[in-house]
């Protein structure tokens, strides 16, 4: 799966927990939102599966229905 820069829409490499774009030089983080309220999810990790959790009610959410966004690393 390619992730594109969203300022330049080239690819983007993974390096070191985060997305990197060599076109525009900018590091980028994603981040999980709850698909319901749009508040971030609680990643869980555990024998190689990722699961979603909304700690604002919505419990467990499924891969398929997160909002996955990229923010700018300082």
């Known amino acids: 799966m390619n992730v594109l820069c969203p300022v330049c829409a080239h690819p983007m490499n993974?390096?070191?927990d985060h997305y990197h774009c060599q076109s525009c030089n900018c590091d980028y983080?994603?981040?999980a939102d709850c698909p319901d309220c749009g508040q971030?999810?609680?990643?869980l990790k555990a024998c190689g599966a990722v699961d979603y959790l909304c700690q604002n009610g919505h419990g467990l959410i499924s891969k398929k229905r997160?909002?996955?966004?990229?923010?700018?690393?300082?």
């Open 14 to 16: 993974w390096v070191n």
């Open 29 to 31: 983080r994603q981040f």
């Open 40 to 43: 971030p999810l609680q990643v």
């Open 66 to 74: 997160v909002k996955f966004r990229l923010d700018c690393l300082p």
